[in-house]
Structure formats: structure tokens, C-alpha cells
């Protein structure tokens, strides 16, 4: 354990560098966005300023919404469900398309610490949102702003690109075991 | 995409119980404590009362500490930082059975909907904590209290009895190109 000890300050002294971080949370195991919230609650407990972007996602009465706007996170919902839910792909782009134009003011503000872009992979892989200019404007962001992007099946230009790549494996889902989305859990 | 939402919609139905779910978020990936403190924002969201209890990190500066304690939230930290940082085995092992003896309280409160058992995994790992008594507390423990366990390592035991688990793979860490746990992001 003492040498251990040794072995692992010298891994701490080495990381010295300040900088923002892209982190990409993908796979298809449950807790991504979930993640994502955790680092928003952090951030606003060091006193720095997060903002959310949600797509997809349509519904509005979630418990990490309610929560975060109440706190005075900037907060956008985006999507309007899945494609197979809204049946009209020009719709959906157009969406994506509009709410991407939202995120950019985001990406263009050094005032914010962290921008959460929630279930970014699907409009990226179902081609609503062009991958070349959403990496520009990642790359174009302020050099302290963190950026997390969840979703499964993250590009692999993104990851390319990415800081931090965590993959999470569905290991196991109460959901095969007939239990639902439960609040204050999943929604 | 119409034969999709017919299929999905028909998961979506067959998935109708509501009980408490134990989820387990492993693996060497960042993003397993971050996920835990989402799920207790998104409990405060509805209204819902969750506790946290943190094992092994002795430190009490974290930006999710700061800010779920500000809004109300039980709050335990019982570690003093990896046996390697303490050099002292016994005291690990006195301070996490003391630490269980709270945790005990939390799985006995029915009014908790969320107890969140932030890196329990090492204190298992390192035989601080007796698994059999852990696996008996959790089992015993109110029907629709949700558990969530943070931590490398998670023993198989544990994934057995649990409802969801989550394997977070390090794809890729930014600590390796020299960037240090950076506020709001990691702490």
C-alpha cells in the first residue's frame, strides 16, 4: 500500500493541465443523461454556470428539468420524440436544425462552464444535424468550457474528437424484467 | 419507422410494474458517481427525498456535496480516502462499519425514495464490509426504495440480486493527455 501510495501520486502531480473537456457518454446502458445531470449539480455547487440542451426527448415534465430551471439553469427541450413517434421526418429535421441554432449561442458563450447536450447522437445519426458543423462548432467553443453528449451510438468522428469516451454496457435492465420507467430514476 | 413505434410502443406497454429498483454502475469509465447525484436531482425534481452516502472519499469540498446539501438532502461522508492514502487498515475498516450502521438507518426509511451508495464497491472489495450484511440490508429494505451503488469492481453477488446494471468502459480518459480532475466536472 506504500508503494502503491507512490505509484499513484506520481499519476496525480503528472495531470496538471486546466482545460475543457469534451466528454461523450454512449452505449446503451442505462445512467448517460442521468450522468450528465450529476456534473450540472456539480458545477452549480462550485458556483459556475451549466446549460442544457435536451433533444428528442419532447415531454416537458421531467424530474431533472422541474429541478435544474427552478435552480436557474438556461434549459432547452428540443425534440419532439423519436421519429417513429413524430411520423414526419421533414419535421424532425427542421427541429434539429432550429434547436442546433440555439446551441451554437451556447457554444459562443465563455460565460458558460458546461454545456450538456443531452441525446445529441440520434439527430447526429439519423442525419437531421450535419456532423461536420457541429464539430466546428465544438471546436470553435471557448477553451475552459466543458461539453458532455450522450446518447447511444456516438459517432466515431465525435470520439475521435472527444476528451473523455465512456461506453456504458446494458449489463442488465429492470425494464426485461417488466418494470417501467420509474420517476425520480429514469425520468 | 411506423412497424418501429408499433414495436416499441408494445415494450413500452409490457413494462408496467412500479417497485423500488437496486441499480449498480460499474466499471473503469467516468461518469458512475455523476449519474447517481442526476438520479437525486431528478428526484428532488418530483418531489421525491433522496440520501447519499459517500464511502472512501474523505474529502467534503465536492460540488455535489455543496449543492445537494444546500437543498436539503442527508448527506454522509464516511470514507477517509483509499487505504493507500490512510495507511492504516484497521481504522478503514472501523470507519466503514461505522458508516453502515448509517447506511442502516437510510434502508430501514420508508419516506427515502432514493439512497444513493456512492463507491460502496471498495469497501466490499477490500472486506471492510461484511457482503452478506450488505445483501441482507438491501433485500429487507422498503419495496419502493430505489439503491443506487457506484463503484469499480462491483461483486458479482451484487449484480446478481441487482434489477439494473451499467458497465462503464474507459474508451478514453482525458487524465491520460495530462488534464487534471477539473471543478464541476470530476468534484
Not at 446502458?29 to 419532447?58: C, D, E, T
Not at 451556447?106 to 439519423?126: C, H, M
Not at 470553435?140 to 465512456?166: F, K, N, W, Y
Amino acid at each position: 500500500m506504500v508503494r502503491k501510495k507512490a505509484v499513484v501520486d506520481a499519476g496525480i502531480a503528472a495531470a496538471s493541465i486546466d482545460r475543457g473537456v469534451l466528454l461523450v457518454l454512449t452505449g446503451n446502458g442505462k445512467g448517460k443523461s442521468s450522468s450528465a445531470f450529476g456534473m450540472v449539480a456539480r458545477m452549480l455547487g462550485h458556483g459556475l454556470k451549466p446549460a442544457v440542451a435536451q433533444f428528442i426527448k419532447g415531454r416537458s415534465d421531467t424530474g431533472e428539468e422541474a429541478f435544474f430551471r427552478k435552480a436557474g439553469v438556461p434549459w432547452l427541450v428540443l425534440g419532439e420524440g423519436f421519429t417513429w413517434e413524430t411520423q414526419n421526418l421533414a419535421r424532425d429535421i427542421e427541429t434539429a436544425q432550429r434547436g442546433w441554432t440555439q446551441v451554437q449561442a451556447f457554444l459562443r458563450d465563455p460565460a458558460i462552464s458546461l454545456v450538456v447536450l443531452d441525446e445529441l447522437t440520434y439527430p447526429l445519426k439519423y442525419g437531421w444535424l450535419d456532423l461536420a458543423t457541429v464539430l466546428d462548432d465544438l471546436e470553435a467553443r471557448p477553451p475552459m468550457q466543458h461539453v458532455v453528449i450522450t446518447g447511444r451510438g456516438a459517432p466515431a468522428e465525435l470520439c475521435d474528437v472527444a476528451d473523455t469516451v465512456s461506453e456504458l454496457a446494458d449489463l442488465k435492465h429492470a425494464y426485461r424484467a417488466g418494470v417501467r420507467a420509474q420517476k425520480g430514476l429514469d425520468l
